[in-house]
């Protein structure tokens, strides 16, 4: 199969005002392989960001969760040991 010798010729790449020429096909062609590159790129990094944000999240969670756990703890040793003064208290103060 050869090649027309008018193939890469002005009217052929750009058109000749009645009829379109391959020259717009094919800039439309390297421009949807771009876009489509382009979309698996940002695909890619959206996948990245989502990963990274649910470990930003779980640490954060356990952080927050031992904290609070800690704190309800010092809570409770509190609590326990008021009750236990109180008990010496009454017990030292009441009559036997």
Request: positive net charge; hydrophobic residues 35%.
């Given at each position: 199969m050869?090649?027309?010798?008018?193939?890469?010729s002005?009217?052929?790449?750009?058109?000749?005002?009645?009829?379109p020429g391959w020259?717009?096909?094919?800039?439309?062609?390297a421009?949807?392989?771009?876009n489509?590159f382009m979309?698996?790129?940002q695909?890619?990094?959206?996948?990245?960001?989502?990963?990274?944000?649910?470990?930003?999240?779980?640490?954060?969670?356990?952080a927050?969760?031992?904290?609070t756990?800690?704190?309800?703890?010092?809570?409770?040793r509190?609590?326990?040991g008021?009750?236990r003064?109180?008990r010496?208290r009454?017990?030292v103060?009441?009559?036997?």
């Amino acid at each position: 199969m050869a090649i027309k010798p008018d193939f890469f010729s002005k009217e052929a790449l750009l058109g000749d005002g009645t009829t379109p020429g391959w020259g717009s096909l094919a800039l439309g062609g390297a421009n949807s392989f771009g876009n489509m590159f382009m979309g698996m790129k940002q695909y890619g990094l959206a996948k990245d960001t989502f990963e990274q944000n649910k470990k930003q999240f779980q640490l954060n969670y356990d952080a927050q969760k031992s904290m609070t756990n800690s704190q309800l703890a010092d809570c409770q040793r509190s609590r326990n040991g008021e009750v236990r003064l109180q008990r010496r208290r009454v017990a030292v103060l009441s009559p036997a």
